[in-house]
């Protein structure tokens, strides 16, 4: 068979990239590997005779890895298969395809378009169908709004935006609709924000997720009186959130009431190509066009999403943007066109299908934790009460099963929730204490970022529900294909959340604990923050009142920061820290997620020791230096004193110097005057003579101990852990908190204030009165030197 040697080329040189950028810049050529790029953010200037492909590839490669650290993990890349290099070789394609000749482009891209299309539209079972491919997913509804303008509005093409203003145009979306995307439309269709309504969803029965269908007929009803005109409507397969999905099949009915436009995008569409098709999702196949995103379903980098629709008037989809007359836009399939070639149906379909089991798996054992709710649960008290008992079971097991059906969505979406308890009469106790909602949500958005980290390839991430607040969403159809999620990750996942609950509920439980514990302590502040996931905060507040409010909140810095360093430094399994980067509250100490087998007690009176401790050991630095001051100046007046009556003692004769020598000789005299010693931590001045006499210095205050734990501990044990508690040193450090306290420390660095050198206690200056001869010195230090408590005997 003849090969274009252009495209074996081609398909080497996407071979040996794909070789190096994967695998770290090892390049398969010696010479191109012994290259070194300097990673400086200033480009430096083009070479004059160039570079080869494997220098450019390498310094791509260093580019990609510029910015991460050798003591870091890697972040985890996209798993592009061969699937994936197809795909990537596509875009190779294209461009040697575009400098073809005419003739030969017309006829390559007309057979890559078609074969494109007829392959979507029966795999997704979206008869007699039209494509249209675009980078952005939006622009295909964009051009989709093009379209049924133009055909509602037959002077458009010649008129404009005027023949608008006869009557309105109104598009309708859910409330649950990708954000941003109908202000987009407006802004990009010329329209004004008034001819986009949003509709509520429902608030009696099924999901809280889908569209309102009685008060969206309302809505339509009213626009059509005050004589404005039903344009589109926007459904779901598969909200954004929840991944729940419209009554498509009711919304098609009223579309065609109203005579409006239905577009349906979502990630539940993907599950058309598979062979059992829940009713709600099939629905979608009769609707007007519909927005597939292939690339994340198929695990297929840098392919164009496909909006499909169906159209009779060629001019019009011309007119809108949806098919063009330039043969190089229609090579935006080509990328498509190789990879659904080399997946084939059944491998499309297995993709699919290994997704959905995915989160069947995860959704059956969610259901067996009692501390974990899933989205879309429908209980009866939701059902209006029924005169007769069985008849209102009957009804609300029939509403249950038809919600079931529809919430039967690939997209799972759980959080944290209390236990119930039952010694409170079988009841959950939610709402137990005032701001419990924003509570769950910090220990659930904490507990998506520990599973994520924990199990990477698991892709959950972190979405915010108006009704539920806080959730984990597992997309297996997003991100399996790419991440290579299997059924041993799902497992994982499982196992690694049943170890987080009993945190989550043991911190949840403290959290009331810690509080009242701070509030017994007159120097303890307790901090109100309901976005930190973990016991809570905490501020020591010292006991200055004469400091004005500057001075003041700069002692309170000062101190917490020291706290916090000395906390850090505490062998416990709790971590301390200065809370969110950009929280509200500063100067505090946070405390992280804790086990059942914490003290609470012991932790608070443990900071209010060191709190108090700092404090002290502060005071004493700032009152040294007028200590020392008056301390000298007594020291001066007590040495003229002694001089004085040394001279009174000694006599006129022995202060001559020949005189003296020859009295001191036949008459030597023995001085009663002492010397003094200068005690700079209680800053006083006190006699040597007991130093003399013990060969010593004594009393003083002894160096205060960091306090540890107020109750004797086992060996070993650490702190902050009660005695006879379920919990073990053994298991706490394989413990789920363990794993993340890395992540946790990364997060939340704790600060670096050196701690300043703490005063040292009895250090007592020696000061001896002046004398024209050598004085007598004791003989365990030198004169004017600071001895210490302890120092050497003679």
Excluded at 84 to 92: C, F, T, V
Aim: aromatic letters at 6%; one cysteine or more.
């Amino acid at each position: 068979m003849m090969v274009d040697p252009t495209l074996a080329e081609m398909g080497k040189n996407l071979n040996e990239a794909m070789k190096i950028l994967e695998d770290g810049g090892k390049a398969s050529d010696p010479d191109a590997a012994r290259r070194q790029f300097s990673r400086s953010s200033i480009p430096g200037p083009l070479q004059g005779d160039g570079q080869d492909v494997a220098s450019i590839l390498q310094l791509v490669q260093n580019l990609m890895h510029d910015d991460e650290e050798e003591d870091k993990p890697s972040h985890r890349m996209q798993n592009v298969g061969e699937q994936g290099h197809m795909a990537l070789l596509g875009h190779s394609l294209a461009a040697y395809i575009s400098v073809l000749d005419r003739e030969r482009l017309r006829k390559l891209i007309t057979r890559i378009a078609s074969d494109t299309t007829l392959w979507l539209c029966r795999l997704f079972r979206y008869e007699s169908g039209s494509a249209y491919y675009h980078e952005d997913d939006r622009e295909g509804l964009l051009k989709v709004c093009r379209l049924v303008i133009n055909t509602r509005y037959e002077d458009y093409s010649t008129e404009g935006y005027t023949v608008l203003n006869s009557r309105q145009p109104v598009i309708y979306q859910s409330a649950t609709c990708r954000p941003g995307l109908g202000q987009h439309l407006c802004s990009q269709l010329g329209l004004p924000l008034s001819s986009l309504c949003t509709v509520p969803c429902n608030t009696m029965f099924g999901s809280q997720h889908q569209m309102d269908i009685a008060l969206l007929d309302k809505l339509i009803r009213e626009d059509v009186e005050t004589g404005k005109l039903p344009l589109l409507l926007i459904a779901n397969a598969g909200t954004p959130g929840a991944g729940h999905t419209d009554k498509l099949g009711r919304l098609k009915e009223l579309c065609e009431q109203y005579g409006m436009w239905l577009h349906i995008e979502g990630v539940n569409l993907a599950t058309l190509a598979l062979w059992e098709v829940s009713s709600p999702v099939m629905a979608a196949t009769r609707s007007d066009s519909m927005t597939l995103t292939l690339g994340p379903w198929l695990g297929l980098p840098a392919v164009p999403a496909v909006t499909l629709y169906r159209h009779e008037d060629p001019a019009l989809s011309l007119a809108a943007g949806l098919t063009s007359s330039q043969p190089v836009e229609k090579l935006r399939a080509l990328p498509l066109w190789l990879s659904l070639q080399y997946l084939g149906h059944d491998g499309i379909v297995e993709k699919i299908r290994h997704a959905v089991e995915l989160s069947q798996q995860l959704l059956e054992k969610l259901k067996t934790l009692a501390s974990i709710k899933t989205s879309g649960v429908v209980s009866l008290s939701r059902i209006p009460p029924i005169s007769g008992g069985s008849l209102r079971d009957l009804l609300g097991s029939l509403i249950l099963s038809i919600v079931e059906d529809e919430l039967n969505s690939p997209v799972v979406v759980f959080r944290f929730s209390q236990e119930t308890s039952a010694e409170s009469s079988g009841g959950s106790v939610e709402g137990y204490f005032a701001g419990e909602r924003e509570v769950l949500d910090s220990l659930n958005r904490w507990l998506c970022e520990q599973l994520a980290q924990l199990v990477p390839a698991s892709g959950v991430d972190i979405v915010e529900l108006e009704d539920e607040g806080t959730c984990v969403r597992f997309t297996p159809l997003m991100t399996a294909a790419a991440l290579g999620t299997q059924r041993c990750d799902v497992d994982l996942l499982v196992e690694r959340l049943i170890e987080l609950i009993p945190v989550l509920n043991c911190t949840l439980r403290l959290r009331l604990d810690f509080r009242e514990e701070v509030y017994r302590y007159s120097a303890l502040s307790y901090i109100e923050d309901l976005s930190w996931p973990g016991l809570g905060a905490v501020r020591y507040e010292p006991r200055i009142e004469e400091l004005n409010d500057s001075k003041r909140q700069l002692e309170v810095e000062k101190i917490n920061s020291e706290l916090l360093v000395k906390l850090g430094e505490l062998d416990a399994d709790l971590i301390f820290s200065t809370g969110l980067e950009f929280g509200p509250e500063k100067d505090c100490i946070f405390i992280g997620m804790a086990t059942e087998d914490l003290d609470v007690a012991e932790l608070v009176d443990t900071i209010a020791a060191l709190g108090r401790d700092i404090e002290e050991n502060g005071r004493l630095l700032e009152n040294m230096t007028e200590v020392v001051r008056k301390g000298i100046q007594e020291a001066e007046f007590q040495l003229q004193k002694d001089n004085q009556d040394k001279l009174m003692e000694e006599g006129v004769l022995r202060q001559i110097p020949l005189v003296s020598s020859v009295l001191n000789w036949f008459s030597p005299f023995q001085s009663t005057v002492k010397g003094r010693t200068f005690n700079l931590a209680a800053g006083s001045l006190d006699s040597t003579e007991p130093t003399y006499s013990m060969k010593a210095q004594t009393g003083g205050l002894a160096s205060p101990e960091t306090p540890t734990s107020s109750a004797k501990r086992m060996p070993g044990q650490r702190l902050f852990r009660r005695e006879g508690a379920g919990g073990s040193d053994s298991h706490s450090e394989t413990s789920s908190v363990g794993q993340a306290e890395d992540l946790s420390r990364e997060r939340f660095p704790q600060p670096t204030t050196p701690t300043p050198p703490s005063p040292v206690p009895d250090e007592a200056v020696s000061v001896v009165p002046e004398s024209p001869e050598t004085p007598q010195r004791p003989p365990t230090q030198e004169n004017g030197e600071v001895g210490t408590q302890g120092g050497e005997r003679a």
